[in-house]
């Protein structure tokens, strides 16, 4: 018999935890976890995976889904992968918890933090994550490992993922393997709930009397949308998996002076803005007069004129009446259609249309795709032209902020020529 145990279940979550501990957080982790699969022969290797991929299926759960719905302002179905490939990555002890209970994922650290820096970006757009919930990169840690374990089977690309896929066939789990690895695993008994966003979604019929990500998991949304982070803990007790001690963390407490910081600013902007907007009221009539003049046989169109370069919070409460784009005004009734009209006026530029086409799957919200080939993980997907899809799933300011900043700037739009009448 082998002095060394054969993978297992308990030697998978070893492995997990040894990497972990061996860097300063997870993000980290994945060269440790790189070193020490390496060292494995090639049959622990791809059992590593196969456990990995089981563990990976078995939380593929709806009341799961919407916590990372929450922790990710919006999930689409690759996403949510990364998401259970982080959860694994934090360790046994949390991934079987999250499962007995979504909402226990506000006990654990890392999860606080990045609310602190997801709240701390709301208060100021601008800012970059250095936190997530997200590990793309682990899904394939068994076939990395392999390849650098036997690099000279991997030497030409077209044949490295045959070659792995040939491997692990081979040492597939045995369905005796596999349900004693799910036995370990208690659901929360409302673990398959059907769910939906928010209130809004109850438009469709389909989605009527179902519960909404706020009501399903209120504590972690309420941490995630400005809530007391420390006060929603349960646990006090030193973990290695990442659970919350409650004491205080220096990364934790710049996040706190950074979010204060950055919403004394916007209140300042928005009062700023607010008061211009004001001053700006008394060449509104002005512009209507002329209005006719400048786009002949358009309806007339009464309301506040306002640049859509302007502070976003302006539009908060506001309704969109019409989008002046240099001479061409366009009619709307939502801030869905401002966006949809302004996208639209720029694919009739074929120099904007190719930047655009270039820029799907890059540009994105916190964590959503704002831009995109095919509707296919949008919550709410807008079709501009053939090929070419918009999230809608934004209130005013965060639509008009991604628009602006995330669309527009990139592509080199002259936002300038671009107005917005508003009541």
């Known amino acids: 018999m082998s002095a060394v145990q054969s993978m297992n279940k308990e030697r998978f979550w070893e492995l997990i935890d040894d990497a972990r501990q061996a860097t300063d957080d997870w993000k980290s982790m994945f060269e440790p976890l790189m070193d020490r699969l390496s060292g494995l022969d090639e049959q622990d290797i791809v059992r590593w995976g196969h456990i990995f991929d089981e563990y990976l299926a078995l939380s593929y759960k709806d009341k799961l889904y919407a ?39 506000v006990n654990v650290q890392s999860v606080k933090i990045l609310a602190r820096e997801v709240n701390a970006s709301e208060c100021a757009p601008m800012r970059g994550y250095t936190n997530s919930a997200r590990f793309e990169i682990i899904l394939s840690a068994a076939s990395e490992a392999y390849g650098r374990k036997y690099p000279r089977r991997f030497d030409q690309d077209d044949q490295s993922e045959n070659e792995y896929s040939t491997v692990a066939e081979k040492f597939r789990l045995t369905k005796k393997e596999k349900v004693v690895i799910a036995d370990d695993i208690t659901y929360a008994d409302d673990i398959d709930v059907k769910w939906v966003g928010s209130r809004s979604f109850f438009e469709k019929d389909e989605d009527k009397g179902k519960i909404t990500v706020d009501e399903l998991l209120p504590t972690l949304y309420k941490i995630f949308n400005g809530g007391d982070i420390d006060s929603n803990s349960t646990l006090s007790n030193v973990s290695p998996e990442g659970v919350s001690t409650g004491t205080n963390d220096l990364t934790e407490v710049f996040l706190e002076i950074e979010c204060t910081r950055q919403s004394i600013i916007k209140s300042v902007n928005a009062t700023i803005d607010r008061t211009i907007m004001l001053l700006e009221n008394k060449n509104n ?42 001479d061409k005004c366009t009619s709307v009734k939502s801030w869905r259609e401002v966006m949809s009209t302004v996208l639209y006026q720029c694919c009739q530029d074929p120099v904007y249309y190719e930047r ?23 919550t709410k997907p807008v079709k501009i032209v053939e090929g070419l899809y918009v999230e809608a799933h934004h209130g005013a300011q965060g639509m008009m902020y991604a628009l602006t900043n995330k669309v527009l700037a990139p592509i080199n739009y002259d936002c300038a020529q671009i107005n917005i009448y508003i009541r």
């Open 67 to 105: 916590a990372a719905y929450v922790m990710q302002n919006g999930c689409s179905y690759d996403s949510f992968d990364y998401f259970r490939g982080w959860l694994i990555a934090q360790g046994k002890d949390v991934y079987f918890k999250a499962l007995a209970e979504p909402e226990s994922l």
């Open 285 to 326: 009539l002005h512009n209507q007069r002329d209005y006719k003049s400048v786009v002949g046989d358009a309806p007339a169109v009464t309301g506040n004129v306002v640049p859509i370069t302007i502070n976003p919070a302006i539009f908060v409460r506001k309704k969109p009446v019409a989008v002046m784009i240099a």
């Open 356 to 378: 655009l086409m270039d820029l799907r799957g890059k540009a994105s919200g916190n964590f959503r795709i704002f831009l995109a080939s095919k509707p296919d993980g949008m």
